[in-house]
């Protein structure tokens, strides 16, 4: 039984692919940890504020020294923060959008991303993930094929999340794809090749 973290990033609503991709995902997990438990977080319906000069300051005000508008401003980057360490697997819901992530997941990871918390540096200066033990299923989505060809190189959507992810800590990463959407010969058959393809470790 394990504690899944459903992350999802799609601006398409209902008809979402990486939605269909992280439930089929989730669904194995399932068959793999019968009554694992899943809890969505869906930064489209719910998103979050972009970063601002307000959180950036409480980030950096020891706690003891925090106003409460410190307190008010770090209320979202605390909660995102908790799920994460609540979580046994993380699913990642990650759309192709102008070869990058959506928006709502980059403000997702700015509130991810604290010294002290999710990293540190030690007395050496070398940086170190805090997040540990988790496992992290990557959701991509896309019109074209990045997993290999001339396209490759402009996938801003799976490098940057194995690094950032990485960074804290979570870099036991698997990625699955339902890729070539917008592709005549590909894109009737992305999303069974992407489903045959998962598998749970
Ligand atoms: C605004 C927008 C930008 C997109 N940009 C890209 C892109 O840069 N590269 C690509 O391969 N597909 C791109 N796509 C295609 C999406 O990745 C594809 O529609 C995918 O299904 C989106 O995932 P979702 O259904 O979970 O939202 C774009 C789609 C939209 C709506």
């Not at 991810?112 to 940086?127: A, E, S």
Request: hydrophobic share 40%; net charge negative.
């Amino acid at each position: 039984m394990k504690q899944i973290l459903h992350i999802i990033s799609s601006a398409n609503g209902q008809s979402s692919v990486s939605i269909q991709l992280g439930n089929a995902i989730i669904e194995k997990i399932r068959q793999t940890y019968p009554g694992s438990v899943i809890k969505e977080r869906n930064l489209l319906e719910n998103p979050l504020p972009h970063l601002e000069e307000a959180h950036i300051t409480s980030f950096f005000t020891p706690p003891e020294y925090r106003t409460p508008e410190n307190l008010e401003a770090i209320i979202h980057s605390d909660e995102v923060i908790k799920e994460i360490k609540e979580a046994d697997i993380l699913v990642i819901g990650a759309p192709m959008y102008n070869f990058g992530i959506h928006s709502t997941l980059k403000t997702w990871i700015d509130h991810l991303i604290r010294v002290g918390l999710t990293f540190k540096y030690d007395d050496k200066g070398n940086q170190q993930g805090l997040i540990e033990g988790k496992k992290v299923y990557l959701a991509l989505v896309s019109g074209a094929v990045y997993s290999e060809g001339p396209m490759r190189p402009a996938d801003h959507v799976e490098p940057y999340l194995k690094t950032i992810l990485s960074f804290i800590g979570l870099s036991d990463i698997t990625s699955f794809r339902v890729e070539g959407l917008a592709i005549q010969g590909l894109k009737d058959t992305a999303f069974q090749k992407a489903i045959e393809s998962i598998c749970i470790s």
